[in-house]
């Protein structure tokens, strides 16, 4: 089955600056590709999606690139603010099976401080 | 986006006894459920997934007498977790499937 790995655990970053979080995945029939931010005791909230079909994907301050051959995928938040801080996760799952459940990555803390 | 609404947000209950959470799909039709267990700290674990109609397909490792996944309808599955102990206590969450994944609100569950 599908396996994501998502790096770093935790990120702590200045106000203004940029934040990148990585994550990898295992099976090469995934092609969906969201990413989620939780806060604490909340139902993760979906941010950003991407299909593997394109490479890169914008929304103001955050986009996510996919390297379908390198099997990666990475979220970057531009101008980080402190309400930027929580805990994020990448997921996947193969798009074309309707049945399927998205797979998480571990997570990444990110903590913008002001 | 896609509304599912779970029920209760908190509960705490006695070891030994059975809890059950409901997960509802407000405005559409969810045929297929997914339930995940999160730890503090940690990611959500898929638990199960909850086929409307049919029995449930667990993840290696999730005892399925322990939890049991009933989906009788296209709005509605719930989870019962039997006998609770205090290492059942955790955040439930369930997610229907469009496109992507809508999250109930999760159920914070203690058990004492």
């Known amino acids: 089955g599908e396996n994501v790995e998502q790096h770093p655990s935790t990120l702590s970053v200045q106000e203004g600056d940029s934040a990148v979080i990585k994550c990898t995945y295992s099976?090469?029939?995934?092609?969906?590709f969201p990413w989620y931010k939780q806060e604490l005791g909340k139902r993760p909230q979906l941010i950003i999606d991407?299909?593997?079909?394109?490479g890169e994907k914008k929304d103001q301050r955050i986009a996510v690139t996919l390297n379908k051959t390198a099997k990666h995928f990475s979220l970057h938040i531009t101008e980080t603010q402190p309400e930027d801080s929580a805990v994020y996760f990448c997921?996947?799952?193969?798009?074309?099976?309707?049945?399927?459940?998205?797979?998480f990555g571990k997570g990444t803390t990110l903590s913008v401080s002001s | 986006g896609a509304v599912v609404s779970q029920h209760p947000s908190r509960v705490i209950c006695k070891s030994g006894t059975s809890v059950k959470i409901e997960c509802r799909s407000l405005?559409?039709?969810?045929?297929?459920m997914f339930w995940y267990r999160q730890f503090p700290k940690q990611s959500l674990m898929l638990m199960a997934t909850?086929?409307?109609?049919?029995?449930?397909?667990?993840e290696q490792g999730v005892e399925k007498d322990k939890f049991l996944i009933n989906h009788a309808s296209l709005t509605l599955s719930t989870l019962t977790v039997t006998s609770a102990h205090p290492e059942d206590s955790s955040f439930y969450i369930c997610?229907?499937?469009?496109?992507?994944?809508?999250f109930g609100q999760g159920t914070r569950l203690t058990v004492v």
């Open positions: 991407i299909r593997s079909n394109v």
């Open positions: 099976d090469s029939a995934s092609n969906y």
């Open positions: 997921a996947a799952r193969d798009f074309n099976q309707a049945g399927t459940a998205l797979i």
């Open positions: 997610s229907a499937s469009g496109y992507t994944a809508f």
């Open positions: 909850s086929n409307e109609g049919s029995k449930a397909t667990y």
């Open positions: 405005d559409f039709q969810a045929t297929t």
